[in-house]
């Protein structure tokens, strides 16, 4: 089945403002003991949005104006931490499209960009002035041009970085490598067979 | 599933490291790093997206982040590749005290049956809770001998850097990529730069490979290793055991580094000699040929090269909610207006969360639990350097301690050295292998706000199981010290003259 290529991403966004927000944050372990990734989107997040006794804390992710937002913003090194896909499959399943920060660890970055899901930099000066605009107006829809590499929000225009390989994989609907990966068996066998330590097929 | 032309055109007929030639010049006449050297034997072919597909030789997976990649090999009707590459272990959910199943908690219970499973009906080598080998995959590994020079390791777990330590190069992965290794033994990856960190000159006593890395990784930062790989190098890894080098390259990810390494050596070899599944005859003779050759060249080009001196570090602690966040342990903690701007706001929240004061020492904090064990120090050698030092003493009252070997097979030795016995008297409960309390997906947690000294790897928020536990991460003497006199202190003075 074809994969859809992503070539720009609209939605509202919601501040998550901090630097270095850990994969532990984004998705607690204890909601880890599953196996599947179906439910995790309402763990995104949790105990930002809770306190102890499991009642919701003032934070934009709770924020009815920021309901059905689809951007995140957000700070420095974000998803640093555990390599757990569970992080960017809760935020994908709680409904975000792409997160907007500083900058992404690295196993991070490629767990989101294999979901399709684009990880992309901008300034510190400029998430702040976005976040800035949809804090006026949650309202805003902020488009993400991976062609062009600019975040358009209403009359303003930011430039961003990405990695080029997850831009080509993205643009060109082949995030998810299985595929191509699938599709070299002799020349993974060849290589494989030149690895003493591995070793024949069994 | 078809293949798009644009694969072809840019996928075949191209050099096998041709992701590499991109970066480097052809006409380069220097030497190669380990890296590179490894990188390169295993590169399958270039991507249409640029990326390298790279063939994984060693897979280790355990029970957290493993079932949904078999949900999705058995939803797209793949089987796995190499089965007799993948070996599997369960840690991070088994209880370490009543390991009886089915487990009290049937999440848990469940997950360790679907790991059974999933490697029953798909050929791969698993060390079950009963087996005798079972224990954190990053120690059942090395001790199994699996893990092995110049090989390229995937698991999905960030602290598969661990691995490095033998040089391997290891990456921790997310689930989609256990699914792309079990189907197909590779992955897509872009190479990564090769920072060099030299540490020359002697460590001080009561100076350890834990103080070592999280120095370097306040001085880099936690994010300054990304897109970098770490090579350790210079005098004190080469007087460094294959155990402290473990834990320097556990922690590489903390420092934004998904990938640490040392070099092969002499050590790495007295090691491996004779470990299951090592190389054994004259198998043994020609692997140690080839792990010879691995190691970087002396005229290789590095992208960036970091000088520490030992005699600079000092018994490091951390006091804030990411590992970077640390001082040494006679040192006070930071204010927030120490710090530059941009920063400010992190320290706040560390501090507020940590219910510490900017400007306080760090030394006489108290704590409330005091944690031995995890991938980074739970090691045979950890346990055995702490047993010298706490002989006769006692934790002090009101302190939960509890120290946790890395594997059965550690937890075997040292009951067989009567090394538990002083733990035991010392006080401390001694438990089954596991990841226990260093991530709290088990029943070893801390409570409400509880602050416990770990010997672990990560002090996020909530990392040790309770939203509002704090963590403060310190070397295993350093954390018989805490749990001996109840507060965070230094170790030097507590002891005598550790070596």
């Known amino acids: ?202 | 599933m078809p293949t798009t032309p644009f694969s072809f055109a840019l996928g075949a007929g191209l050099p096998y490291f041709s992701a590499l030639q991109n970066q480097r010049p052809i006409m380069s006449t220097s030497g190669k790093t380990l890296f590179e050297k490894v990188w390169e034997a295993h590169a399958v072919r270039r991507l249409p997206n640029g990326q390298t597909q790279l063939f994984i030789g060693t897979h280790l997976i355990h029970e957290v982040t493993s079932p949904q990649a078999f949900a999705m090999l058995r939803e797209l009707g793949l089987g796995v590749r190499y089965p007799h590459r993948t070996f599997a272990t369960v840690d991070h959910i088994v209880p370490t005290d009543d390991r009886d199943e089915p487990f009290a908690d049937a999440l848990a219970d469940e997950m360790i049956k679907a790991l059974r499973k999933n490697c029953r009906d798909f050929g791969i080598t698993y060390f079950d809770i009963k087996s005798g080998h079972q224990g954190i995959v990053h120690i059942v590994g090395p001790e199994q001998g699996i893990t092995q020079p110049g090989t390229t390791i995937a698991c999905g777990d960030s602290h598969t850097s661990t691995h490095g330590a033998f040089g391997a190069i290891a990456f921790g992965i997310g689930t989609s990529q256990v699914r792309d290794i079990l189907a197909t033994q590779t992955m897509a990856l872009s190479p990564l730069k090769v920072r060099r960190i030299n540490v020359s000159g002697r460590l001080g006593p009561g100076v350890y490979s834990k103080d070592v890395i999280l120095h370097i990784i306040r001085k880099l930062g936690v994010n300054g290793g990304t897109g970098f790989a770490y090579e350790y190098g210079g005098e004190v890894f080469d007087a460094f055991s294959m155990e402290d080098r473990m834990t320097v390259c556990n922690m590489s990810i903390e420092g934004g580094a998904r990938v640490g390494y040392v070099n092969p050596d002499e050590k790495t070899f007295a090691y491996l000699k004779g470990r299951p599944h090592a190389p054994k005859g004259a198998e043994w003779d020609k692997a140690v040929q080839r792990w010879r050759a691995v190691a970087s060249d002396a005229d290789c080009r590095y992208d960036d090269i970091v000088e520490f001196n030992a005699a600079d570090i000092r018994p490091t602690v951390t006091w804030g909610i990411n590992p970077g966040q640390a001082v040494f342990i006679d040192e006070n903690i930071p204010r927030p207006s120490d710090v530059p701007e941009s920063e400010r706001a992190s320290v706040e929240e560390a501090l507020a969360h940590m219910k510490l004061k900017g400007g306080q020492p760090v030394r006489g904090i108290p704590i409330n639990v005091a944690f031995l064990g995890s991938c980074t120090n739970g090691r045979f050698n950890d346990f055995v350097e702490v047993a010298k030092h706490i002989k006769g003493r006692r934790v002090a009252p009101g302190v939960r301690a509890i120290a946790v070997p890395g594997s059965q097979a550690v937890g075997d030795l040292l009951h067989e050295k009567g090394i538990d016995r002083v733990f035991i008297d010392a006080g401390f409960d001694w438990r089954e292998a596991g990841c226990s309390m260093c991530l709290a997906m088990n029943p070893d947690k801390l409570v409400g706000d509880e602050l416990c000294a770990s010997s672990s790897n990560r002090n996020f928020k909530g990392r040790q199981g309770s939203p509002t536990g704090r963590t403060i991460l310190m070397s295993p003497l350093m954390v018989a010290a805490a749990a001996i006199t109840g507060t965070v202190c230094d170790a030097r003075e507590i002891f005598q003259a550790p070596s």
């Not at chain 1, 966004?13 to 984004?26: A, K, L, Q, W, Y």
């Not at chain 1, 372990?29 to 995104?44: E, I």
């Not at chain 1, 300034?123 to 309202?139: C, F, K, L, T, W």
């Open chain 1, 1 to 202: 089945m074809p994969l859809t290529k992503i070539t720009s991403i609209s939605g509202r966004c919601v501040p998550v403002p901090g630097d270095d927000i850990d994969t532990d944050r984004i998705i607690p372990a204890r909601f880890m003991k599953c196996v599947t990734f179906d439910g995790l989107g309402q763990y995104m997040f949790y105990d930002v949005r809770h306190d102890e006794k499991g009642q919701p804390r003032q934070h934009p992710l709770n924020d009815p104006r920021f309901a059905g937002a689809a951007i995140i913003l957000s700070g420095k090194n974000f998803g640093c931490g555990s390599s757990r896909e569970h992080a960017p499959q809760a935020i994908r399943r709680a409904g975000f499209k792409a997160v907007v920060a500083e900058g992404f660890a690295e196993i991070f970055f490629g767990n989101s960009t294999t979901l399709g899901m684009p990880c992309v930099s901008a300034s510190r000066a400029d998430i702040g002035a976005i976040s800035e605009m949809v804090e006026a107006n949650p309202a805003l829809e902020l488009t993400l041009d991976l062609a062009a590499k600019t975040l358009s929000v209403a009359d303003r225009q930011f430039p961003f970085d990405i990695r080029e390989t997850a831009r080509a994989a993205l643009m060109a609907g082949e995030w998810d490598p299985i595929a191509q990966l699938l599709d070299s068996t002799r020349e993974v066998d060849r290589v494989a067979t030149a690895l003493p330590y591995v070793g024949p097929r069994t």
